[in-house]
């Protein structure tokens, strides 16, 4: 979802589209009752996600809130990092460590 379709989707847009696969969610009456319910709940942002902490993925968020992934040894990750325009946020670690 992300890495073919790069600044395609916001963070939210992100997590309910996976939340609404994985309950087989398609109708879109159903998509708009499920997105209220779903946010109507506090979530978890995609600092917690495996995508970062796990599989070393970097998420950037474009000026309009959309992400895209890079991989930890891609050129465009490092220069990522090495921008000190770009606020840079560790992924969360898990509570046991």
Not at 53 to 65: L, M, Q, S
Request: with cysteine; glycine share 8%.
């Amino acid at each position: 979802m992300l890495h073919d379709q790069p600044y395609r989707l916001t963070s939210d847009d992100l997590l309910f589209a996976i939340y609404a696969r994985r309950n087989g969610i398609v109708d879109a009456a159903a998509m708009t009752e499920a997105r209220e319910a779903f946010f109507g709940q506090s979530q978890a942002c995609l600092r917690t996600s495996p995508l970062a902490k796990r599989y070393g993925w970097g998420i950037h968020y474009d000026a309009d809130g959309r992400i895209a992934i890079y991989g930890v040894e891609t050129r465009a990750y490092r220069d990522f990092l090495a921008r000190a325009d770009l606020k840079q946020v560790s992924a969360m670690r898990n509570r046991g460590k």
